[in-house]
């Protein structure tokens, strides 16, 4: 950590209270949020010459940010509230022919499963849960194997919410795109603690980020990256005046129109440019911005690899892949409940989560290899 990251980090995250290893569960806004949502605030209070177009330009703002983090041009970002929203977009959009299948990993985050659930039971397409058994991740060749003939459409994690395995984002869309397959990645349990090169992104076609984890933003807001292949295959099915050209000046709003804003604004949610909202997320966006997702990386993995060398192993089991981790390590306590443990770490002021009767740390760019150093003495008991 170099003095001007560790300087960012104390003016930003001086009000956390606690030994806090728990972004996968929830990410903590920085300070600085505070002064925006109050200043946002004023204006909901008093809306008194709040101008339109300031108004209006909030999301495109944010939109922007966005894009500067992933890399990518504006027009292909679009504003939502969940993860599970950006999906349904894509199936209730996607021109599904008779017997089309979707896929998935069983045991994936219900964001990824419910909305194709749903669209199977409404008859839009078939929907298929492949169970990776003995493996521990999809791979081209168990793709291969595996993938019905139908598939048009494979949705997946990058990183499990509940053992932190990563997925080969090349390898897996190298092979999707030669079978002309579309790519559905939810990367909310890995952007903002690491990074998406721009290779990466280029093979992901639909990509959905809930930003009140590891992008440090506030709970209701995600946000869907497009390719230029999936706006031209996914039709927007809903309409909202924010979307339209039209609504840009408050004078032609009466010119209606079902032409929308270029690229993937036509998929945003309504009323998007929420100012309590999104300056809220503005502040996380700007630390992530001036710190830089690659050295958060670096940092993160540090941290992680440091509670690796030093955890007690006789009492853990360490089930995610040493060869696939990202931010989340999931352990496995041997003699003591996970729960009763969550709960001791809580007492000791220690916050971390259990997921499916496991201990689940995740490591984020507020913590140090200091408050590792009290978590391994919390867990060593």
Same mark, same amino acid.
């Given at each position: 950590?170099?003095? !001007?990251?560790?300087?960012? /980090?104390?003016?930003?995250? *001086?009000?956390? @209270?606690?030994?806090?290893?728990?972004?996968?569960?929830?990410?903590?806004?920085?300070?600085?949020?505070?002064?925006? &949502?109050?200043?946002?605030?004023?204006?909901?209070?008093?809306?008194?010459? *709040?101008?339109? #177009?300031?108004?209006?330009?909030?999301?495109?703002? =944010?939109?922007?940010?966005?894009?500067?983090?992933?890399?990518? *041009?504006?027009?292909? =970002?679009?504003?939502?509230?969940?993860?599970?929203?950006?999906?349904?977009?894509?199936?209730?959009?996607? %021109?599904?022919? !008779?017997? @089309?299948?979707?896929?998935?990993?069983?045991? !994936?985050?219900?964001? #990824?499963?419910?909305?194709?659930?749903? +669209?199977?039971? %409404?008859?839009?397409?078939?929907?298929?849960?492949?169970?990776?058994?003995?493996?521990?991740?999809?791979?081209? @060749?168990?793709? +291969?194997?595996?993938?019905?003939?139908?598939?048009? /459409?494979?949705?997946?994690?990058?990183?499990?919410? !509940?053992?932190?395995?990563?997925?080969?984002?090349?390898?897996?869309?190298?092979?999707?795109?030669?079978?002309? /397959?579309?790519?559905?990645?939810?990367?909310?349990?890995?952007?903002?603690?690491?990074?998406?090169?721009?290779?990466?992104?280029?093979?992901?076609? &639909?990509?959905?980020?809930?930003?009140?984890?590891?992008?440090?933003?506030?709970?209701?807001?995600?946000?869907?990256?497009?390719?230029?292949?999936?706006?031209?295959?996914?039709?927007?099915?809903?309409?909202?005046?924010?979307?339209? $050209?039209?609504?840009?000046? &408050?004078?032609?709003?009466?010119?209606?129109?079902?032409?929308?804003? $270029?690229?993937?604004?036509?998929?945003?949610?309504?009323?998007?440019?929420?100012?309590?909202?999104?300056?809220?997320?503005? +502040?996380?966006?700007? =630390?992530?911005?001036?710190?830089?997702?690659?050295?958060?990386?670096?940092?993160?993995?540090?941290?992680?690899?440091?509670?690796?060398?030093?955890?007690?192993?006789?009492?853990?089991?360490?089930?995610? $892949?040493?060869?696939?981790?990202?931010?989340?390590?999931?352990?496995?306590?041997?003699?003591?409940? +996970?729960? *009763?443990?969550?709960?001791?770490?809580?007492?000791?002021?220690?916050?971390?989560?259990?997921?499916?009767?496991?201990?689940?740390?995740?490591?984020?760019?507020?913590?140090?290899?200091?408050? &590792?150093?009290?978590?391994?003495?919390?867990?060593?008991?």
């Amino acid at each position: 950590m170099t003095p !001007d990251f560790q300087d960012l /980090i104390k003016t930003e995250y *001086h009000h956390l @209270d606690t030994y806090y290893f728990n972004t996968a569960y929830f990410g903590p806004s920085p300070y600085s949020a505070k002064q925006r &949502v109050s200043r946002a605030l004023h204006k909901e209070l008093d809306p008194s010459y *709040h101008n339109y #177009n300031t108004w209006m330009g909030v999301s495109e703002r =944010v939109r922007i940010q966005l894009a500067g983090i992933i890399d990518c *041009h504006p027009d292909h =970002v679009m504003h939502s509230t969940s993860t599970s929203d950006i999906i349904n977009i894509v199936a209730n959009g996607y %021109n599904f022919k !008779d017997g @089309d299948v979707v896929a998935a990993i069983d045991r !994936d985050y219900p964001s #990824n499963i419910l909305p194709w659930m749903l +669209a199977e039971k %409404n008859g839009k397409c078939k929907f298929e849960l492949m169970n990776l058994k003995d493996e521990v991740l999809p791979t081209p @060749d168990w793709l +291969a194997k595996n993938l019905p003939k139908k598939t048009k /459409i494979f949705n997946s994690s990058f990183v499990a919410f !509940d053992t932190g395995k990563k997925i080969n984002i090349q390898e897996i869309g190298t092979f999707l795109r030669e079978r002309d /397959i579309l790519f559905c990645l939810d990367v909310t349990q890995a952007l903002g603690g690491t990074d998406i090169t721009r290779e990466e992104l280029s093979y992901i076609d &639909v990509m959905a980020c809930s930003s009140y984890k590891w992008m440090l933003g506030p709970y209701g807001h995600a946000f869907g990256y497009f390719s230029e292949k999936a706006q031209s295959l996914i039709s927007h099915n809903t309409a909202n005046w924010i979307v339209s $050209p039209k609504s840009k000046v &408050v004078s032609h709003l009466l010119d209606y129109t079902t032409d929308t804003l $270029p690229g993937a604004r036509k998929y945003d949610r309504g009323q998007a440019s929420n100012m309590l909202t999104m300056s809220c997320l503005e +502040a996380g966006l700007e =630390v992530l911005t001036e710190l830089s997702l690659p050295k958060i990386r670096m940092h993160n993995g540090e941290v992680r690899d440091y509670f690796l060398e030093n955890y007690p192993k006789k009492k853990f089991e360490l089930i995610t $892949p040493e060869n696939a981790m990202a931010n989340i390590l999931s352990l496995k306590a041997s003699g003591i409940d +996970a729960h *009763h443990l969550e709960r001791e770490l809580k007492f000791r002021n220690v916050d971390v989560s259990v997921r499916q009767g496991n201990l689940r740390l995740s490591f984020h760019l507020f913590n140090t290899k200091e408050q &590792v150093d009290t978590l391994l003495k919390t867990i060593d008991i």
